[in-house]
């Protein structure tokens, strides 16, 4: 089955900094990427995603690049600010199987 | 939130008993899933569900049971809770947008679970 490593586990970076989050996975046929995060004390909420057919995608801050051939996708915020401190999870998804694979998560500390 | 609910949200038990917590939908959703959140794993799958009584099992399914007779609620089982399982349980719904190719997984408040 579907395996998914992230990297790093804890990340601290000074507010204003770009924040870099990387994961892979191991099987080829996924093809659906979510991020999630998850702020302390509540669900898990989805912040972006990107498809396999897709390499990048950009959401204000936030951007998510996928390298299929590597099984490599990675989460970057720019400009990083308070609020942005939380665990982020990625995901793996094939879709004929609707089972989602998560990382183990990645604490991010932005520090003011 | 997808009109998703859980029940109990805290509950402590002891090793040995059964417990099952409930999760409730308002929104006639197909999938359904159970998962557990522990330090430095994740979010793990235990099982899940595409129909009434259609389930499956997901990674960590040892120890656990699933039921679903109504499309709204979906019920997990510990038949003899251990130590063990003490976690974050989270239940999820999954719904496809069309409009946006995404596959958004709305996960419920959650349930603290802990086996003394």
């Known amino acids: 089955g579907e395996n998914v490593e992230q990297h790093p586990s804890t990340l601290s970076v000074q507010e204003g900094d770009s924040a870099v989050i990387k994961c892979t996975y191991s099987?080829?046929?996924?093809?659906?990427f979510p991020w999630y995060k998850q702020e302390l004390g509540k669900r898990p909420q989805l912040i972006i995603d990107?498809?396999?057919?897709?390499g990048e995608k950009k959401d204000q801050r936030i951007a998510v690049t996928l390298n299929k051939t590597a099984k490599h996708f990675s989460l970057h915020i720019t400009e990083t600010q308070p609020e942005d401190s939380a665990v982020y999870f990625c995901?793996?998804?094939?879709?004929?199987?609707?089972?989602?694979?998560f990382g183990p998560g990645t604490s991010l500390s932005v520090i003011p | 939130d997808a009109g998703i609910t859980q029940s109990p949200r805290h509950k402590v038990t002891e090793t040995g008993t059964p417990v099952t917590l409930r999760c409730h939908q308002t929104?006639?959703?197909?999938?359904m899933y159970w998962y557990r959140q522990d330090p430095g794993h994740g979010l793990r799958l235990i099982h899940y569900?595409?129909?009434?009584?259609?389930?499956d099992k997901g990674e960590v399914s040892d120890g656990y049971s699933v039921s679903r007779s109504k499309t709204e609620d979906f019920l997990l089982t510990l038949e003899s809770a251990t130590s063990s399982q003490t976690s974050v349980y989270f239940c999820?719904?999954?719904?496809?947008?069309?409009?946006?190719?995404?596959?958004?997984?709305?996960f419920g408040p959650g349930t603290r679970l802990t086996v003394t």
């Open positions: 999820a719904i999954s719904e496809w947008r069309g409009s946006s190719s995404s596959y958004e997984q709305y």
């Open positions: 099987d080829s046929a996924s093809n659906y």
């Open positions: 990107i498809r396999s057919n897709v």
């Open positions: 995901a793996a998804f094939e879709t004929s199987y609707d089972k989602v694979i």
């Open positions: 929104e006639n959703h197909r999938y």
């Open positions: 569900s595409y129909g009434v009584k259609d389930t």
